[in-house]
């Protein structure tokens, strides 16, 4: 067995819009150590994370942060230490353009 510790996802998505950030690949299992969102706007913002597992389609149930306010100029930080299984998908969404996500943690095969 072996474990790689890296950055999983980095990616500014398009406001309003569910976007995959990251799915764990077949025969690995992932424990994300750290979520961290930054709002490089001069304005307030939102942000939604969700945990789709085995690639299911997306619902309300699978939110871990739904509209989750964020300030301007500021950055959200949540050490998490959530365990993840091949195929389960992580996926994004921001409330206006700008809104940065970074997903730090192991891969594990």
Known sequence: ???????????????????TAYTVPASTSTTI??????????????FRISIM?????????????????IVNNDTFIATIGLTLAATDVVSVQAGTTGIAFNI??????
């Open 33 to 46: 150590s750290s979520l961290v969102i930054c709002n490089t706007n001069s304005f307030d913002s939102t």
């Open 1 to 19: 067995m072996s474990e790689q510790y890296k950055t999983l996802a980095q990616l500014t998505p398009v406001a309003n819009t569910l976007t």
């Open 53 to 69: 597992i085995g690639g299911a389609t997306n619902a309300i149930k699978q939110y871990i942060y739904y509209d989750l306010p």
């Open 104 to 109: 730090f943690g192991v891969e594990i095969q």
